[in-house]
């Protein structure tokens, strides 16, 4: 069904709806929500920056009757071409919904408005010693709008899990600006299908969030932290799946290689071992005994299993300058070449030797530069490849390795995307994962809440162009 462009009575009614400021269309504007972290770039017509339901409502009602895209967006920092205007129409973005709604203490629940920074909310819980664990590596910017609908999931996944977890109910408004609401405030709830959980996840193609419920769990009494260098990176990752194995379970177990480390290492000076081939950040919090107990099992795991340096975070401050420095591992790997490509292939744990492994030769076959850093606990990989977009020849080799990289996840029963999604990146390979039948009842969902395909056009459920 063709979709239409904004014509002016058209953008004269949005403008109507939304309060002043509300209404962007500067080409500037235009050109910086055309893209989000991936590496399309789209351009649409308008962006509008709702501050009420009612007008995220009545935005959609007007679409719906004219039949104009909408682009739901937070901070536009997915990292798969979800967020990106493909057909042109509204970017729908909710940055300025961003109130914390309630925290209650008593029954260990928040409700909040989709535009709420993650870490924000992780810092107002924690005033009141809760703990909303998910954790992306970007929560310093992505909205909880964006983390839920891309089901985000971050460091502590491997003891935390990810957003769909912790989310409770939604307020939605649907294509047609109908308002809904789905789930409840309760931890335990069965009444039908469970919409909350089929919207969250869906990439923006189903649903509009304009408040977001979520539960809680008290904040941990300790935490300890880690890093382990490796002069081999086989044994780093030899150590997770041993760990895992063993059947610990830190909140935290990540891994750079020797790419990552010189990166960072030149960026911040912070004086971590650049002949190191690769470096663990473990974590494990809880109870204070508890951790105690696990503390030396972790560090003496480490050693036993080839780590020749580790340092112990002996402070708070500490502990913040090792996180900071895995928060910013990709803008590390940015400054190396101008374009990232981070792939997100998710294996079983016991495979991620031979996963780091495969991607390696991979790289070498190729003559590309693959920065490797994991979400290691959770077999969740980020093979990040360093290319420059300008040079033809070195995308298409980029190309074939993404393929290759996909095609080995595949043949060892692991998934197309631990926690990035799908979007653009992946549509074409989508098939591959869920099978034919899968994908058309996708499609046929997303043909009962959105008829008109006004909804993110171009997204994953789409035919590749
Ligand atoms: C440096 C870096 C590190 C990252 N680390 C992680 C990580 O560790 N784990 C992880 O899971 N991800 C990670 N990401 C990816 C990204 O940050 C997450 O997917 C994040 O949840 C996106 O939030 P956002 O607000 O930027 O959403 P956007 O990118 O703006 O949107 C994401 C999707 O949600 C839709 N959407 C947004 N808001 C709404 C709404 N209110 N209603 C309906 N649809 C909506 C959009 O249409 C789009 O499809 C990282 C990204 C970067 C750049």
Redesign the pocket.
């Known amino acids: 069904m063709a979709l239409n462009k904004l014509t002016n009575p058209i953008m004269k009614e949005l403008r109507d709806i939304l309060s002043p400021g509300g209404l962007r269309t500067s080409p500037e504007d235009l050109t910086a929500y055309g893209y989000?972290?991936y590496i399309l770039e789209g351009r649409p017509d308008a962006v509008a920056l709702p501050d009420s339901t009612d007008q995220v409502a009545r935005v959609m009602k007007l679409a719906d009757i004219h039949r104009i895209p909408v682009?739901?967006?937070?901070?536009?920092?997915?990292?798969s071409g979800?967020?990106v205007a493909r057909a042109g129409g509204i970017v729908l973005c909710?940055t300025h919904m961003d109130r914390i709604l309630k925290i209650d203490k008593d029954n260990r629940v928040a409700d909040i408005e989709?535009g709420v920074v993650v870490a924000d909310l992780q810092k107002a819980v924690e005033e009141v010693r809760l703990f909303y664990p998910p954790d992306?590596?970007?929560q310093s910017?992505?909205?909880m709008?964006?983390?839920v609908?891309?089901n985000?999931?971050?460091?502590r996944g491997v003891k935390y899990g990810v957003t769909h977890d912790y989310l409770l109910g939604m307020e939605v408004v649907l294509p047609t600006g109908e308002v809904m609401e789905t789930g409840s405030r309760m931890a335990k709830n069965v009444a039908g299908y469970d919409l909350t959980h089929l919207i969250c996840g869906s990439?923006?193609t189903l649903?509009?969030?304009?408040r977001i419920t979520v539960r809680l769990l008290p904040k941990p009494e300790a935490r300890h932290t880690l890093q382990a260098f490796y002069p081999v990176l086989d044994d780093a990752s030899r150590t997770v799946a041993a760990i895992i194995s063993a059947g610990i379970v830190p909140c935290t177990l990540e891994l750079m290689d020797r790419t990552l480390i010189r990166a960072l290492e030149d960026w911040f000076h912070l004086g971590i071992p650049t002949e190191a081939e690769a470096v663990l950040l473990i974590e494990v919090d809880g109870e204070q005994a508890a951790v105690d107990l696990q503390a030396p099992m972790l560090e003496a795991f480490c050693r036993d299993h080839g780590a020749h340096q580790v340092q112990v975070a002996g402070s708070a401050a500490e502990r913040e300058q090792i996180w900071a420095g895995r928060r910013s591992a990709?803008?590390a790997l940015a400054r190396i070449r101008p374009t990232c490509i981070i792939e997100d292939a998710t294996v079983p744990v016991s495979l991620l030797p031979d996963a780091v492994q495969k991607i390696q030769e991979i790289a070498g076959k190729y003559h590309l530069q693959i920065g490797i850093m994991a979400?290691a606990g959770d077999g969740n990989l980020h093979p990040t490849i360093l290319v420059d977009e300008r040079d033809r020849k070195e995308m298409e080799r980029m190309e074939r390795a993404f393929e290759e990289i996909v095609a080995y996840t595949m043949s060892v029963g692991g998934v197309l995307s631990g926690?990035?999604?799908i979007?653009s990146a992946k549509r074409r390979f989508l098939q591959m994962q869920v099978g034919s039948r899968a994908l058309e009842i996708m499609r046929g969902i997303k043909q009962v809440l959105d008829p008109k395909g006004i909804l993110?056009p171009g997204?994953f459920l789409d035919e590749e162009a």
């Open positions: 989000d972290a682009y739901p967006r937070g901070a536009g920092s997915n990292l979800a967020a909710l989709p992306p590596g970007s910017v992505a909205t709008g964006g983390a609908m891309m985000a999931g971050g460091m990439e923006g649903a509009v969030a304009t990709f803008g979400h926690e990035h999604g979007g993110n997204s």
